[in-house]
């Protein structure tokens, strides 16, 4: 063979699991055969010889099509199983039960993405013997969710037994390292690494054990689509595991699962404040009220688990302001929040005071408001966009340019802004020239002129 064909013959390995190597391949052949049989003269090849020929290639393509990897269809979320089974009697039996029993747990599950599940050969196992080697194989299979292992028969107490040693992987979306090394840790601590199985398969044993296995992959594939923001499918997949482990907990000899329940269920919260938080932004940037609708139903679920998030109360202040021109409600809201560090709803309530032309009870609360702490040092920024939004739509309510000036000269030092802002106050305030927010207004402006001029 020469070298060309050598090289030809290495692309065509990298290459098989799709149609271009298949083509390499028939091409190489060709190549080959040819030839072989009539030097560099196509007339000198007989009859006889073109049937080898064309024999030779079905016989490529079919080898092609017979070892290609059964791949998971477009649109599903493919979950694949790869069991590498020892001899013995029952493992076979074992590695049945087991393998059915998930798959019909998985592929009865009413979600909006159907599960296809996929069962690889036992040579196909054999050659997973490695986190890199089941990527590889994860990635050409299509499969989102891979279990691959063992199953050996061993003698436990006396009684013989079979013991399922497990390893998983999860594809999901690309997210930054530092979060998939976490993920990656999760995943790993939640998947048991050994099930142990009675003589004979043990029906209800096997039933426990793919129990558990179906609520790990749920909470695992459902723990990637909060990552990438499908956030409807993973509330159903973590629902859906949050079920089946509260019915497997409740059982007899259930219990040692409700670590990881309580897993589930701080997914869950966790997926429902990233929802939220994604909606809000979202409305910031779109300013479509219609998304504050579809926060509201969020924040109900956020609420039926947890009464005193601080984000969610802030983000129900806002809905109740903006949906409904509810004052009274958001300022409740925002109330409800003293106690927390994080000074964010001091803003909330500084805004409301300004709304309603209350502008000593506003200066009152922005003042607290810049003498706290914040979790998020965009908080200031975000209250001047929210403030933006609402003089879109009323124009005419010239208080909110006092706040405007405030936060850009005390919070962000946006000299030019802030002198901006208070003048348009000044110039189209109904205040008289005794209000304290006008004297402060003006007194700012000769401020930031000031400053502005030793600048310059």
């Given at each position: 063979?020469?070298?060309?064909?050598?090289?030809?013959?290495?692309?065509?390995?990298?290459?098989?699991?799709?149609?271009?190597?298949?083509?390499?391949?028939?091409?190489?052949?060709?190549?080959?055969?040819?030839?072989?049989?009539?030097?560099?003269?196509?007339e000198d090849v007989s009859g006889l010889e073109w049937v080898i020929i064309a024999a030779c290639l079905i016989a490529v393509v079919v080898f092609w099509k017979v070892s290609q990897i059964d791949r998971v269809s477009a649109g599903k979320v493919g979950v694949g199983v790869a069991l590498e089974m020892e001899d013995g009697p029952d493992a076979p039996q074992v590695k049945a039960d087991f393998i059915d029993t998930l798959r019909r747990l998985l592929e009865g599950s009413?979600?909006?993405?159907?599960?296809?599940?996929?069962?690889?050969?036992?040579?196909?196992?054999?050659?997973?013997?490695?986190?890199?080697?089941?990527?590889?194989?994860?990635?050409?299979?299509?499969?989102?969710?891979?279990?691959?292992?063992?199953?050996?028969?061993?003698?436990?107490?006396?009684?013989?037994?079979?013991?399922?040693?497990?390893?998983?992987?999860?594809?999901?979306?690309?997210?930054?390292?530092?979060?998939?090394?976490?993920?990656?840790?999760?995943?790993?601590?939640?998947?048991?690494?050994?099930?142990?199985?009675?003589?004979?398969?043990?029906?209800?044993?096997?039933?426990?054990?793919?129990?558990?296995?179906?609520?790990?992959?749920?909470?695992?594939?459902?723990?990637?689509?909060?990552?990438?923001?499908?956030?409807?499918?993973?509330?159903?997949?973590?629902?859906?595991?949050?079920?089946?482990?509260?019915?497997?907990?409740?059982?007899?000899?259930?219990?040692?699962?409700?670590?990881?329940?309580?897993?589930?269920?701080?997914?869950?919260?966790?997926?429902?404040?990233?929802?939220?938080?994604?909606?809000?932004?979202?409305?910031?940037?779109?300013?479509?009220?219609?998304?504050?609708?579809?926060?509201?139903?969020?924040?109900?679920?956020?609420?039926?688990?947890?009464?005193?998030?601080?984000?969610?109360?802030?983000?129900?202040?806002?809905?109740?302001?903006?949906?409904?021109?509810?004052?009274?409600?958001?300022?409740?809201?925002?109330?409800?929040?003293?106690?927390?560090?994080?000074?964010?709803?001091?803003?909330?309530?500084?805004?409301?005071?300004?709304?309603?032309?209350?502008?000593?009870?506003?200066?009152?609360?922005?003042?607290?408001?810049?003498?706290?702490?914040?979790?998020?040092?965009?908080?200031?920024?975000?209250?001047?966009?929210?403030?933006?939004?609402?003089?879109?739509?009323?124009?005419?309510?010239?208080?909110?340019?006092?706040?405007?000036?405030?936060?850009?000269?005390?919070?962000?030092?946006?000299?030019?802004?802030?002198?901006?802002?208070?003048?348009?106050?000044?110039?189209?305030?109904?205040?008289?020239?005794?209000?304290?927010?006008?004297?402060?207004?003006?007194?700012?402006v000769r401020q930031i002129e000031n400053r502005l001029s030793r600048n310059a």
């Open positions: 063979m020469s070298e060309l064909q050598r090289v030809i013959l290495a692309s065509i390995k990298h290459r098989w699991d799709s149609k271009s190597g298949l083509i390499i391949a028939l091409l190489l052949a060709i190549s080959i055969l040819v030839p072989s049989f009539s030097g560099l003269d196509l009413p979600l909006r993405h159907q599960f296809e599940f996929k069962v690889y050969s036992n040579s196909v196992a054999k050659k997973l013997s490695s986190v890199e080697s089941a990527i590889e194989f994860s990635n050409k299979s299509g499969t989102h969710f891979l279990l691959y292992g063992r199953v050996r028969q061993r003698t436990i107490d006396g009684e013989p037994a079979h013991v399922l040693d497990l390893q998983g992987i999860v594809r999901h979306v690309h997210i930054d390292s530092e979060m998939a090394k976490l993920f990656g840790a999760e995943f790993r601590s939640a998947l048991p690494e050994r099930l142990i199985i009675g003589p004979r398969g043990d029906m209800v044993m096997c039933e426990l054990a793919a129990r558990h296995i179906d609520s790990v992959a749920r909470y695992v594939i459902g723990t990637a689509a909060a990552l990438s923001n499908d956030f409807v499918y993973a509330e159903q997949l973590l629902l859906g595991s949050s079920t089946t482990l509260e019915d497997f907990v409740s059982t007899e000899g259930g219990a040692f699962l409700s670590g990881l329940l309580g897993r589930v269920e701080k997914r869950i919260n966790e997926l429902y404040q990233r929802w939220l938080a994604v909606l809000m932004n979202r409305y910031t940037q779109e300013r479509d009220p219609n998304i504050l609708a579809e926060s509201e139903s969020v924040i109900e679920k956020l609420r039926s688990r947890d009464q005193n998030d601080l984000q969610t109360k802030l983000a129900a202040a806002t809905c109740a302001f903006v949906l409904r021109g509810d004052i009274e409600t958001a300022r409740k809201e925002n109330l409800s929040c003293k106690g927390s560090r994080d000074g964010i709803w001091k803003y909330g309530l500084a805004f409301l005071a300004t709304y309603e032309d209350d502008l000593g009870q506003a200066y009152h609360w922005y003042k607290n408001a810049f003498n706290s702490s914040l979790e998020n040092p965009t908080v200031p920024t975000q209250c001047e966009e929210f403030i933006q939004i609402i003089l879109e739509n009323e124009p005419e309510k010239w208080s909110l340019y006092y706040a405007l000036g405030l936060i850009n000269y005390r919070a962000k030092q946006d000299l030019q802004s802030a002198k901006r802002d208070f003048q348009t106050f000044l110039d189209n305030t109904h205040f008289d020239e005794t209000e304290k927010a006008v004297i402060s207004s003006k007194r700012y």
